[in-house]
């Protein structure tokens, strides 16, 4: 496929507000991939070069492109950054700067997509002496030879600023119609996305044999798995009943999510976003490497910092700071890791996710034992009501999170919220006691005392896996520092857009649209019903919508954005339904 064809393709998406119409271009455009190309279209789509656990970074910043943009135009620094600071955008801004320069292109070669692919590839991996000009050099080459729609993805590619608003579920569903022209086998492909978490790999497996191939992909080391998650109930009877009498009850730590892949001596730890963090943590690989017999293993856990005097578990705040590039070794001195293993998904060869929770664990402990670092998490098997509230008492007066109840037949259901796992921070007592994670799709102008630092308050949204949309749910204007809100003003002034992002759905307009990119945490007094925001709006008895919404929302945390948590990691707009319903349970039982 030439860049060019990419391009306009690339131009149809920006131009639409329609999910469905996004799939269908998508579909036509998978098309027309060849074999071996597809992937590169995947990834290239997502502002990507490999799957977020590679780890490949483009390292190409604005000033870089700035210098390319010249020599390919002919205009001096002034004339760019004029054009940039007017469009708000380097690739509309390059767009133009091409439209309107007199040099002659430079080549009269018609890139296609390996082409362009390969060399931002090689962009991204070359180092060393002289590096930033080979970059600018070959950058300039790209953008010299294109035309100016081309030359605009030429820049935006490399810059991560293509945002087209196209998602997993969206892609996921465009290769199921590419592949049967229906979108409802797109529930094929969510299996095999939740063992491999490589959009790309499964393109090419259902572009060379169909989607019944994808049922057939099988969990492999050093491909991380989509972390199984835990739906919310208040109270230990409700848990118990959903989950037919009698379940294990783990305690929850509140630490880094740790997914560990073992094949000898050769060891990677994954986050819960699925980036590789294994250099961040020395301690713990040294720990699986000294203890794990294991030949070839996958399990997880949760890595925490710990105070081996007093056998304590740090809070967040201590553990936090391990999460670092330079200065690691210090570090371990000051706050080692302690890693809380809780679920196992492979053994020597064999794929365990269809394997009872309770077998898994029994293999999990046979696996990890003999090591001072790692070691299997807390936990008790109970169908006594009153045992499960004691032990989740005794775990949040001892610092923890609370529990995640699991049922014992279940299966590990990678990447899915499901009442396999139930988890219970504390029982609600006349006000929402949880926290919810929120994407930030758009922010306020400063009014008053925060007139000077520009920034007044965000619009923030849940993610809704279903529908792959982000439904607004509340204004937040409450629980920032300073600090946090000239924080905030800095990354969102980065990620304006000029109109509300395809996959966002409100009825609200703020000062300014952003790309969903951000998480924050917010806590709040309640949810009620709403007829302005869309979070799970439908119809009322009373003929008209309404949606879901917080009362008296604050953002919470010393962090001002979740760093472990990606737009689709944010709350479900199913798990805001199931919460509301909780509460007005709590409530008919208070009166």
């Not at 390292?59 to 205009?75: Q, R, S």
């Not at 990890?368 to 006594?384: A, F, L, M, N």
Request: glycine share 6%; charged share 30%; with cysteine.
């Amino acid at each position: 496929m030439l860049f060019k064809t990419l391009s306009d393709y690339y131009e149809k998406l920006s131009k639409t507000q329609s999910r469905i119409e996004m799939v269908n271009i998508l579909s036509e455009m998978f098309k027309q991939a060849a074999k071996g190309e597809i992937s590169k279209l995947i990834y290239m789509t997502q502002g990507q070069l490999a799957p977020n656990f590679i780890g490949i970074e483009f390292g190409v910043a604005d000033k870089i492109m700035e210098e390319a943009i010249m020599i390919a135009t002919g205009y001096n620094k002034e004339e760019v950054e004029s054009e940039y600071h007017k469009q708000g955008d380097l690739g509309e801004a390059t767009e133009n700067l091409i439209k309107s320069s007199k040099l002659a292109r430079m080549s009269s070669k018609k890139y296609d997509v390996s082409d362009v692919y390969g060399s931002m590839y090689k962009i991204a991996t070359i180092s060393g002496k002289g590096s930033k000009e080979i970059k600018i050099r070959m950058l300039a080459e790209l953008i010299a030879a294109s035309d100016p729609i081309e030359a605009k993805y030429i820049v935006k590619y490399p810059l991560n600023s293509l945002r087209l608003g196209v998602g997993d579920e969206t892609i996921l569903e465009a290769l199921s119609l590419m592949s049967t022209s229906e979108r409802s086998n797109k529930s094929i492909l969510d299996r095999s996305y939740n063992i491999c978490s490589d959009l790309g790999e499964i393109g090419e497996i259902v572009l060379e044999g169909g989607i019944e191939a994808a049922k057939n992909m099988k969990v492999s080391l050093f491909k991380p798995i989509r972390p199984a998650l835990a739906e919310r109930l208040p109270t230990a009877s409700e848990i118990l009943n959903k989950m037919g009498g009698k379940c294990a009850v783990e305690q929850k730590y509140d630490g880094f999510r740790c997914q560990v892949h073992k094949d000898g001596n050769k060891v990677k730890l994954y986050s819960r976003r699925l980036e590789e963090t294994t250099s961040m943590m020395p301690d713990i690989v040294k720990a699986v490497q000294d203890s794990i017999k294991a030949e070839k293993v996958i399990f997880e856990g949760e890595a925490l910092a710990y105070n081996e005097s007093t056998e304590e578990f740090l809070p967040f705040q201590e553990t936090i700071q391990r999460k670092r590039k330079y200065g690691i070794n210090e570090k371990i001195k000051e706050l080692p890791l302690h890693l809380m293993a809780f679920d196992i998904m492979y053994l020597e060869g064999e794929d365990l996710l269809n394997k009872p929770y309770e077998t898994r664990r029994e293999l999990l402990e046979k696996a990890i034992t003999g090591s001072d670092v790692i070691s299997p998490s807390t936990r008790i098997i109970t169908d006594s009501p009153k045992e499960f509230e004691e032990f989740f008492e005794n775990s949040v007066e001892n610092g923890l999170e609370g529990i995640v109840a699991k049922d014992l037949r279940s299966h590990y259901i990678a990447g899915a919220r499901k009442f396999s796992w139930i988890k219970m921070k504390r029982s609600y007592r006349g006000e929402l006691s949880d926290t919810l994670d929120l994407v930030i799709i758009g922010y306020y102008r400063g009014k008053g005392s925060r007139a000077e630092l520009q920034f007044g308050g965000l619009l923030c949204a849940v993610y809704n896996k279903k529908r792959d949309m982000f439904e607004t749910i509340t204004k937040l204007g409450t629980g920032f520092t300073e600090d946090q809100m000239r924080k905030l003003q800095e990354l969102l002034t980065k990620i304006k857009v000029d109109s509300k992002p395809a996959r966002v759905d409100s009825l609200i307009e703020p000062d300014f649209w952003v790309y969903p990119k951000y998480v924050v945490t917010v806590k709040a007094d309640e949810i009620t019903e709403s007829p302005m925001h869309t979070c799970g709006r439908s119809m009322q008895p009373d003929g008209t919508e309404a949606g879901y919404a917080l009362r008296f929302p604050r953002l919470v945390g010393e962090e001002a954005i979740r760093a472990d948590k990606s737009p689709e990691d944010a709350t479900d707009t199913s798990e805001v339904i199931e919460m509301f319903s909780q509460q007005k349970k709590v409530s008919l039982s208070n009166k």
